[in-house]
C-alpha cells in the first residue's frame, strides 16, 4: 500500500469528475481532500504503531509498551478489514473483478472465477522482466478488487486440474 516513496499523483476523481493531480508522497492513500476519514484513523494508527515501536526497541522489557503496541495491531487490522469492505468492488465495467496474485483484474467471461482459478494473464512490465515476454499465469487469489484504477483483462481461463476431476 506504501511502497511507493517517489511523488505520484492523488488521481482520485475531482469534483468536475477529472482524475485529482496533487502529487502524494510517501505514506499515504491520497491527497489530503481527497483521504477519507477511515483512512486518516487508519494512517494515525500506522504512524502510533510505528512510534511504538521505535519506543520498544530501546525498552523491550516494558510490558505495557507491548500491551499497548498489541492493541494497536489489532486496531489497525479492524480499520484494514472496514477499508476493504469499503472499497472492496465486484464489477469492472460490466465484467467481474478479482484479484490474481494481488493484483486486480478483470474477466469478461464465459462464467464466473473462483478463488483458486488458474488464469493467463497479460504480459505487463513486470512480468516481461520475470518471465519473459508474452502471457503468464497466476491463480485468482480473492473475488473482487480495492483497486480503484482501470484493470486489465485476464487472457483466458486456464485448464484446472480440480474441476476436471469434478466433470
Ligand atoms: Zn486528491
Not at 8 to 19: E, I, M, S, V, Y
Request: charged content about 25%.
Amino acid at each position: 500500500m506504501f511502497d511507493q516513496q517517489h511523488p505520484r499523483p492523488c488521481g482520485r476523481p475531482t469534483k468536475a469528475g477529472t482524475p485529482c493531480k496533487s502529487q502524494v508522497y510517501g505514506r499515504a492513500f491520497a491527497c489530503k481532500l481527497h483521504t477519507t476519514d477511515l483512512e486518516k484513523q487508519l494512517l494515525d494508527a500506522y504512524e502510533r504503531g510505528h512510534r511504538d515501536g521505535y519506543a520498544q526497541g530501546r525498552q523491550s522489557a516494558e510490558v505495557s509498551a507491548k500491551l499497548h503496541s498489541e492493541h494497536l495491531e489489532r486496531k489497525v487490522k479492524t480499520l484494514e478489514e472496514q477499508l476493504d469492505a469499503q472499497q472492496r468492488r465486484f464489477e469492472d465495467r460490466g465484467a467481474q473483478a478479482v484479484t490474481v496474485d494481488g493484483y486486480g483484474y478483470r474477466w469478461g467471461g464465459p462464467g464466473r472465477l473462483e478463488v483458486g482459478d488458474r488464469v493467463l494473464l497479460p504480459e505487463n512490465y513486470v512480468s516481461a522482466l520475470r518471465h519473459g515476454s508474452g502471457p503468464f499465469p497466476g491463480t485468482v487469489t480473492a473475488l473482487g478488487t480495492t483497486y480503484s484504477g482501470a484493470l486489465s483483462a485476464i487472457v483466458s481461463r486456464l485448464p484446472d486440474q480440480r474441476s476436471e476431476d469434478a466433470r
